[in-house]
C-alpha cells in the first residue's frame, strides 16, 4: 500500500533481519512504494518494478527472471496473489518456497487451501490466533507453524531526545500526558470507541492530550466528532509516517483499541520497545503482544466506558506506567527482536517440512 502498514512493515523487517544476519536477500517490488523505501533505507538490495495496472504481472515477470537466474535457496512471499507463481518457481528454480499469510480469512479455493497446507514447504501464520482461527474455518493447519513479527528495537528505542523534540514539534509541553493511537482510521480499529472513551478521561484529567497517528477512510468523521467535541483543543491529528520511531517515545500511553480481530498488532510491539506501557483490545493476536498487568492492560473490544477505566488506570499512576514500560521494553527485546525473530525464522526454515508445525 502507498502508507506501508502492519503487513507491509512484516515483510521488510523480515528482510532487514535476515540481512543483518548475513543472509542474501533480494526483495523484488513496486518502484515507489513505501515497502521500496523501508528496504533501500535499512540496506536491503531490491528490484524495483514500475507501478502501473500491469504491475502485478510485472512484478510476477521480474521475479521469474531474479529467480532463474540466481537459483535462491528460498522464495518468501506474504502475498496471496503470487502463490500459484512461486509453486511454479520451485521447480524451474530447485529452491523451496515458504508462504506467511497474515489475513484471518481462509482461501475460498479448495486447491489453494490444499497447496498452502500440504504442498508448500512452509505455511507461516503470525500469532496463535491465527493459527486457531484457520483451524477454526476449517482450514488443515497441522503444517503451519507461527512466526511473530519482527521488531527493530534499536530504531524503537526510549529516547528523551526523540521525546522532547517530537512535543516541541506539535506543541505538546513536558508536563502533558499524551495519549497516542497510530494506525488506519478505520472503523473496524475502534477509533470511534477510543475516540467515546477519550471524551470520558479528558474530562477527568485536564493534563492529557490526544495524539493520532495515521489515515483511512474514516478519518474525516472522526476529525468531525472531534472538532465538536468540549475538548477538541486537545486533540492533534498527523499523517502516517513511514518511520514511527520519533512518535512513540513522545507519549506516555499507546492504545490499540482494535474492535475487529487482528492477527498480530505492530503498534502494540513498537510501543512497548519503546518503552511505553499500551492498553489492547482482546481482538484477535492482539492479546499475546503484551504481559497483561505487566507491561499493560487488555480490556474489551468495542466497550468504550471499560476503555476509559483502563486508560484512566493507568493515567492516574505515573509509577506504574514507568514500571509497565520498562518491563515492555524487556518483554519486546526477548520475543520479538529482530535477532530473536529471524533465528526463529532460520530454524523453521531448516528443519524438516513435517517438523515445521513445532518452531516458533
Known amino acids: 500500500t502507498p502508507r506501508g502498514y502492519g503487513t507491509e512493515q512484516h515483510g521488510a523487517a523480515l528482510a532487514t533481519a535476515l540481512v543483518r544476519r548475513g543472509h542474501t536477500v533480494c526483495c523484488v517490488v513496486r518502484g515507489g512504494s513505501s515497502v521500496e523505501a523501508l528496504l533501500r533505507n535499512a540496506g536491503v538490495s531490491c528490484v524495483a518494478v514500475p507501478p502501473g495496472p500491469a504491475s502485478g504481472l510485472r512484478l510476477a515477470l521480474r521475479t521469474i527472471g531474479l529467480a532463474r537466474h540466481a537459483r535462491p535457496d528460498w522464495l518468501v512471499t506474504g502475498d496471496g496473489r503470487f502463490h500459484w507463481v512461486f509453486m511454479g518457481l520451485r521447480r524451474l528454480s530447485g529452491g523451496r518456497v515458504a508462504f506467511f499469510r497474515h489475513w484471518p480469512v481462509v482461501p475460498k479455493s479448495g486447491r489453494t487451501r490444499r497447496m498452502l497446507s500440504q504442498r508448500a514447504d512452509r505455511f507461516i501464520l503470525v500469532s496463535r490466533f491465527h493459527r486457531e482461527e484457520y483451524h477454526r474455518l476449517g482450514m488443515n493447519v497441522s503444517r503451519a507453524a507461527v512466526l511473530y513479527n519482527p521488531i527493530d528495537t534499536e530504531q524503537f528505542r526510549p529516547s528523551a531526545q526523540w521525546r522532547a523534540q517530537t512535543r516541541e514539534r ?3 509541553a513536558e508536563s502533558d500526558v499524551v495519549v497516542g493511537y497510530a494506525g488506519r482510521m478505520v472503523r473496524e480499529k475502534g477509533i470511534f470507541a477510543l475516540f467515546e472513551a477519550l471524551e470520558r478521561v479528558l474530562g477527568d484529567f485536564p493534563e492529557v492530550r490526544a495524539l493520532w497517528v ?31 520511531s520519533r512518535f512513540y517515545p513522545a507519549c506516555d500511553l499507546i492504545v490499540v483499541p482494535s474492535i475487529g480481530p487482528e492477527t498480530f498488532g505492530r503498534v502494540s510491539v513498537e ?21 497483561a498487568g505487566v507491561t499493560g492492560l487488555i480490556t474489551r473490544p468495542g466497550d468504550s466506558a471499560a476503555l476509559a477505566a483502563a486508560v484512566s488506570e493507568l493515567l492516574g499512576d505515573g509509577e506504574r506506567r514507568a514500571r509497565m514500560g520498562a518491563a515492555g521494553r524487556a518483554w519486546v527485546c526477548a520475543n520479538f527482536s529482530f535477532e530473536r525473530i529471524a533465528s526463529d525464522f532460520e530454524s523453521l526454515l531448516q528443519h524438516d517440512r513435517s517438523d515445521a508445525e513445532r518452531v516458533a
Open 214 to 244: 495515521g489515515d483511512g477512510r474514516d478519518v474525516a468523521e472522526l476529525r468531525e466528532r472531534v472538532a465538536r467535541s468540549p475538548f477538541a483543543a486537545r486533540h492533534r491529528f498527523l499523517d502516517w509516517q513511514l518511520d514511527m
Open 271 to 291: 510501543a512497548q520497545s519503546a518503552g511505553v506501557s499500551v492498553v489492547v483490545s482482546d481482538a484477535g493476536g492482539l492479546s499475546e503482544t503484551l504481559v
Open 170 to 172: 506539535h506543541g505538546l
